[in-house]
């Protein structure tokens, strides 16, 4: 038995919530790891949607599906995930945030609270019964420990009936390591 490392364990929620056929989020397309895996996951039936503000990241995305013959099964969107809705109108089956900034570019630019909490509010609409919304946190860069503690304070407050809030996380790890919040709609 070996506890799932962070990024492991995202995976692993996400491929147990979204099926083939079915449509998906990466709010944080960052370099397109996360929307490969996710096009893999939906199958030549589903959907994915992709959102990134920085061009670079659009770019990197689409090249890494292009790279795996997928970019059929993903549309990359040049926009804020707090706009998913002028873009995703179908249910979704899971969607997945990797809160900071992109590796090897332009540290100054993060994800912050405010349009997190609103992508969060609008992605939980959409969601499925039975569908995830997995947060991967990272904290450590300047502004991080200020959107981990606004997006846990509004999880946190998210009802009982309606959902369940999990918190993933080494506690014993150096250096601000990432932990998940993984957000389940219930029946
Ligand atoms: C940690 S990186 C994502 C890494 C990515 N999952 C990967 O596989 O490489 C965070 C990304 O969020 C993007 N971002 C920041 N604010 C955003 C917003 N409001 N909407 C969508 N993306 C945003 C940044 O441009 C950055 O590329």
């Known amino acids: ?14 491929s147990e919530s979204i099926e083939k056929g079915e449509i998906a989020v990466d ?16 199958g030549e039936d589903g959907h994915v949607y992709a959102f990134d503000i920085q061009q670079e990241a659009v770019d990197a995305t689409i090249a890494q ?3 795996n013959g997928l970019e059929h099964r993903a549309t990359v969107i040049l926009d804020g ?12 089956a899971g969607a997945v945030f990797n809160l ?4 090897g570019a332009d540290h100054g630019i993060i994800t912050k609270s405010e349009t997190t909490i609103r992508a969060i509010e609008s992605l939980l609409n959409l969601l499925k019964i039975n569908g995830l919304i997995v947060l991967v946190i990272y904290y450590g860069h300047e502004g991080g420990k200020e959107e981990r503690d606004a997006v846990i304070d509004f999880v946190s ?5 309606n ?4 918190r993933y996380e080494f ?9 998940i919040i993984a957000l389940e709609k219930k029946k």
Not at 157 to 161: D, E, G
Request: hydrophobic share 35%; aromatic share 10%; no cysteine.
């Open 27 to 42: 709010a944080t397309a960052g370099n397109g790891h996360d929307t490969l895996f996710l096009a893999e996951l939906v």
């Open 157 to 161: 407050q998210l009802p009982q009936k």
């Open 100 to 103: 900071g900034y992109l590796p």
């Open 171 to 179: 506690i014993n790890q150096k250096n601000d390591p990432p932990f």
């Open 163 to 166: 959902y369940n809030v999990l």
């Open 65 to 67: 599906l292009k790279e």
């Open 1 to 14: 038995m070996k506890l799932q490392r962070v990024l492991q364990y995202a995976k692993y929620l996400l």
């Open 81 to 92: 995930h707090e706009h998913i809705e002028k873009y995703v109108t179908q249910q979704i």
